[in-house]
């Protein structure tokens, strides 16, 4: 299996990242790179630490050691401040969109351009009216996130995320808690932002069938590391019995859970 | 026991350290950091506009009780007209600022440690963080400044509503003559008075946006997280208020009464 990139610089490398939470070890050793305009799912297990993973890409936590490259740059060692510029490159889709309820669609979606304020007020307004267009919620704007449906917030979630057009976008479970057919339009607007906007995305799921709709190379975390790596049709295809278990959904034996 | 005791220590010199790094970060954004105007002036119009009438109606009958009591003790040894005296210097250099920081902490105080901390749970302050704006110049910088502008005004107010009430309390309800009444005041009461006042009030302004942030940026998961921020930061904050009152008391005092 491809151990992923060989040929040109990442824009995202991961080596040996270690992190816990007291002396719970959540994460122990991980390596991986990615691409420019790659789209990578990671998988794994309801609280094996993915989500963890995906924070520490973009500098949310620290780790206990190793080293996070972006564009070739250790960002472990930066303070908050020094972090501000890293981030100008990144979108985040949180799992609970994590929209600032005291605003506005509207001014959720305009944020980054609020604080830059490098924008002139009508333009910033037509971005905000471009992009609702794309994420399909056209004239929302002075709707308050109470309002929406999980759905929809995630949809201004990523609107808000992409509108400042980041070279990379994280989401963190962007199918979670949403039924099938929400979900399969959330990941074709994943598809539509990665092919308009040419982003690297990085999607955090256990969600196998966005996994395999989403994934050009698919990152399995299991037992604290990067178990497996490949290609979706690698990974379905695989006759590795861990990752078998985990495509097909069939729970281990019961001393795993009792 | 001993091991809770060290346990508790260690986490009560965590705080300390932390609130001490979020001030430090706080006063470097204040001095470079290109004010926000319209976070700025909600907080003012919440922060200080809002909390007028608690700070009013706590001056008022400070001053009012404060007035009759000295009123009833003066009495028995003829110092009637002293009485304003002791209202004015007692609301100015201690009751105003200490009372008002009081009233604020326990209306502002909770409630930035309530938004803050909801912010936190619902991870809204890691999505500040993702779309590059540093949670220091964006939640805590605009409610400091508010309230290091708010409070020596807002304790200006209760102190001159306090002295304004003792005033009417003396002359109309107990019959004080009016002209000693006011001129005694005049006579014991020092502009440094006002002045150790209006420092302490914005010494408390400090003191009440920095636990308020503090305890919601780093507020436990859930409800019950919040819940909790929002307690501590009150009790805290009131507790520092009342502590550090004693220290600038004299040390104040020593710098503008000198003896």
Known sequence: ???????????????????????????????????????????????????????????????????????????????ERQLIAVRHKFGMLFQGAALFDSMTVAENVAFAFRRDRSLPENEVRQKVAEVLEMVDLPGTENKKPSELSGGMRKRVGLARAIIYKPEIVLYDEPTTGLDPIVSDSIDQLIARVRDRLDVTSVVVTHDMRSARRLGQRILMLHNKKIYVTGTADEIFKSQDPVVRRFVEGVAESKEEFF | MVKQGKSMIAEWLTGLGRITLLAQEAFTSLFTFKVAWRDLLYQVYFIGVKSQSVVLITGAFTGMVLGAQTYFQFHKVKMDTATLAVVAVSMCSELGPVLTGLMVAGRVG??????????????????????????????????????????????????????????????????????????????YTASSDVVIGLIKSFVFGGIVALIGCYKGMYCGEGAEGVGRATTEAVVFSSITI???????????GQVLHPT
């Open chain 1, 1 to 79: 299996m491809n151990a992923g990139g060989q040929g040109g610089k990442p824009v995202l490398e991961v080596r040996e990242l270690r992190k816990s939470f007291g002396t719970n070890l959540i994460l122990d050793g991980v390596n991986f790179r990615i691409e420019k305009g790659e789209s990578v799912v990671i998988i794994g297990r309801s609280g094996g630490g993915k989500s963890v993973l995906l924070k520490h890409l973009i500098g949310l936590l620290t780790p206990d050691s190793g080293q996070v490259f972006i564009d070739g740059q250790d960002i472990v060692p930066m303070n």
């Open chain 2, 110 to 187: 909770a409630a930035i440690a309530a938004e803050v901390g909801t912010m936190r749970v619902t991870e809204q302050i890691d999505a500040l963080r993702t779309l590059a704006t540093h949670p220091v110049d964006y939640l805590v910088v605009p409610r400091l400044v508010a309230l290091f502008g708010a409070m020596p005004l807002l304790t200006a107010e209760s102190i001159a509503v306090g002295i304004g009430s003792g005033y009417l309390v003396g002359v109309y309800l107990l019959g004080i003559d009016p002209v000693y009444l006011w001129a005694n005041m005049l006579r």
């Open chain 2, 242 to 252: 009342l502590i550090t009152n004693f220290f600038l008391t004299m040390s104040l």
